[in-house]
């Protein structure tokens, strides 16, 4: 099957069920899931379908999908851990500050914080904070706002005005999607917004994101990547869009 073909076949079966994840789609065409990623991106350029966190939705689809935290915490938990775990090399001096961002990447990165490396911790992710606080090695703050269900993390003017004044040595990032052209996205304005004050806020910035999120656009824009210092992502990530992020200045580490 030519290339053009399968496109053509993906918009259809995409259309016929609603939703189909990328797994789904290469298990269906017999191609890797990188070939899926690629051909998705294409289809979404020319406004035939639409991509979302880990497969594709009709274009028709006017409804933003936002997975709870529950459900994507299920998602590619073994790139997500060796994510975490690279992360640690990213960490400052003791005594340093971080911002920690909400997502399930970062939470396991949470978890794995050395408990002989005193850190003072920023965070807006009420299962962060809840983690962390026992830690004794931890001094911890949590920010003020509205908590949002879907990700339990604090969002709003609160969030916002309480990160303003910040300056730390890095933040770790979570994003729903990050493509070239559209940088690091998030479903949610007030989710952006904090997101957006978290890299004003830090001298580093480290976005934690699995391959799957690569090529994905969400809806509000929160940074470019000529704002992302280092990219920690897995080895599915494509080797067309790692020299690109690296061409556009980020840094990029396979875990």
Same mark, same amino acid.
């Given at each position: 099957?030519?290339?053009?073909e399968?496109?053509?076949?993906?918009?259809?079966?995409?259309?016929?069920?609603?939703?189909l994840?990328v797994?789904?789609? /290469?298990?269906? *065409?017999? &191609?890797?899931?990188?070939?899926? %990623?690629?051909?998705l991106?294409?289809?979404? %350029?020319?406004? +035939?379908?639409?991509r979302v966190? =880990?497969?594709?939705?009709?274009?028709?689809?006017? /409804?933003?999908?936002e997975a709870?935290l =529950?459900?994507?915490?299920?998602a @590619?938990?073994?790139?997500?851990?060796l994510?975490?775990?690279?992360a640690?090399?990213? +960490?400052?001096?003791?005594?340093?500050?971080?911002l920690?961002?909400a997502?399930?990447?970062?939470?396991? $990165?949470?978890?794995?914080?050395?408990r002989?490396?005193?850190? !003072?911790v920023?965070t807006?992710?009420?299962?962060?904070? /809840?983690?962390?606080?026992?830690?004794?090695?931890?001094?911890l703050? +949590?920010?003020?706002?509205?908590?949002?269900?879907? !990700?339990?993390?604090a969002?709003g /003017?609160?969030?916002v005005?309480a990160?303003?004044?910040?300056? &730390?040595?890095?933040? *770790?990032?979570?994003? @729903?999607?990050?493509?070239? =052209?559209?940088?690091?996205?998030?479903?949610?304005h007030?989710?952006?917004?904090?997101?957006r004050a978290? &890299?004003?806020?830090? %001298?580093?910035?480290?976005? +934690?994101?699995d391959?799957?999120?690569?090529?994905?656009?969400?809806?509000?824009? $929160?940074?470019?990547?000529?704002?992302?210092?280092?990219?920690?992502?897995?080895?599915?990530?494509?080797?067309?869009?790692?020299?690109?992020f690296?061409?556009a =200045?980020?840094?990029v580490?396979?875990?």
């Amino acid at each position: 099957m030519y290339a053009e073909e399968r496109q053509q076949a993906m918009v259809e079966l995409v259309t016929e069920h609603g939703r189909l994840s990328v797994a789904a789609i /290469a298990a269906q *065409f017999d &191609v890797t899931t990188e070939t899926v %990623r690629r051909d998705l991106s294409a289809l979404e %350029r020319m406004g +035939l379908l639409r991509r979302v966190h =880990g497969g594709a939705v009709p274009a028709s689809s006017l /409804a933003v999908i936002e997975a709870g935290l =529950g459900e994507r915490d299920q998602a @590619n938990t073994a790139q997500k851990e060796l994510i975490a775990k690279a992360a640690i090399d990213q +960490l400052p001096p003791a005594g340093g500050t971080v911002l920690l961002d909400a997502g399930t990447t970062t939470a396991r $990165f949470a978890g794995m914080l050395p408990r002989d490396h005193r850190l !003072t911790v920023i965070t807006h992710a009420v299962p962060i904070a /809840a983690r962390l606080a026992v830690q004794p090695q931890i001094e911890l703050y +949590l920010l003020p706002g509205r908590v949002r269900t879907t !990700t339990q993390a604090a969002v709003g /003017a609160d969030t916002v005005a309480a990160l303003a004044p910040l300056r &730390v040595d890095v933040a *770790f990032l979570g994003t @729903n999607g990050i493509t070239l =052209g559209h940088g690091l996205s998030t479903p949610d304005h007030d989710e952006a917004a904090a997101k957006r004050a978290m &890299v004003t806020a830090a %001298r580093l910035v480290v976005c +934690l994101a699995d391959s799957s999120k690569v090529g994905s656009e969400t809806a509000i824009r $929160f940074a470019g990547l000529d704002e992302v210092d280092v990219l920690l992502t897995d080895s599915g990530i494509d080797a067309t869009d790692r020299a690109a992020f690296e061409d556009a =200045g980020t840094e990029v580490v396979v875990a």
